[in-house]
């Protein structure tokens, strides 16, 4: 599991040395760029502003912060896609199955909403698949099908990770008077909360699932040919 301090903060930094056009960074060269007309190179803020007065090392700070969050969820929805198409048995193919649906709609408004903000401060959000991989503060399990609970684990990894980093930016953002950051990360956090205590929840040791077994010894499953727990008192 991953490790953070009493507050709740990840250990990890963001990578705010990673700003314009990085000839070793997936998704900073095409064969079409002499075809196109550049206006604003990757992960640096619009010197002249965006209409938010706010300055102009505060955008790009917060910005890039940002930015690393919509990487870190789009590798959060790609992993929760996977998970939610390999759903099987009888607690997961159906509750479960429901429940990351939830969890990868929600994601995907997550990323709208942080997108936008990190365009509103004036930059550009990455979108090259391969490029958000790389600049995430959480990676993408390893290829294969696991059991339910390790996919589980790894999620609510992504998910305190997540939390982690984000109460950081929430704590620059107030240092920084950038409330806007502040409105929309404490709403984002708050429900990758929830989905942390989603799975946690799910991961818990109890279970309604007894197997087959009243099937095979003529028992049937019904409560009352069971027997009750000795310490009740009748």
């Known amino acids: 599991m991953e490790s953070h301090d009493n507050q709740g903060f990840s250990h990890d930094e963001f ?21 196109m007309i550049l206006r604003q190179e990757p992960r640096m803020a619009r010197k002249e502003g965006s209409g938010i007065s706010l300055p102009y090392e ?13 990487c870190a969820l789009n590798v959060a929805l790609n992993q929760y ?48 698949p391969v490029t958000q991989h790389e600049l995430s503060y959480i990676k993408h ?47 984002v956090l708050l429900k990758r909360e929830d989905f942390g205590y989603h799975i946690w929840s799910l991961l818990e040791d109890d279970t309604l699932v007894r197997g087959m077994k009243h099937l095979l010894d003529g028992e049937d499953d019904i409560a009352s040919n069971r027997k009750l727990n000795d310490n009740l008192k009748h």
Not at 21 to 33: A, L, R, V, Y
Not at 58 to 70: A, F, S, V, W
Not at 98 to 117: A, C, P, Q, S
């Open 141 to 187: 399990e390893v290829e294969g099908r696991y059991t339910m609970r390790d996919f589980l684990r790894n999620d609510l990894e992504h998910e305190i990770k997540i939390q982690g980093m984000m109460r950081k930016t929430i704590s620059r953002a107030h240092e920084l008077n950038d409330f806007g950051t502040v409105q929309v990360l404490e709403g």
């Open 15 to 35: 990578k705010l040395n990673k700003t314009g056009f990085d000839p070793q960074m997936p998704g900073h060269q095409s064969n079409h760029q002499d075809k």
């Open 58 to 70: 505060t955008r790009q700070e917060m910005g890039l912060q940002l930015d690393e969050h919509n």
């Open 81 to 128: 896609t996977k998970h939610h198409w390999l759903t099987e048995g009888a607690e997961s193919f159906g509750s479960l199955h429901h429940i990351l649906d939830e969890h990868i709609d929600v994601t995907k408004k997550h990323i709208d909403m942080i997108g936008e903000r990190v365009a509103r401060l004036g930059m550009v959000p990455t979108a090259h």
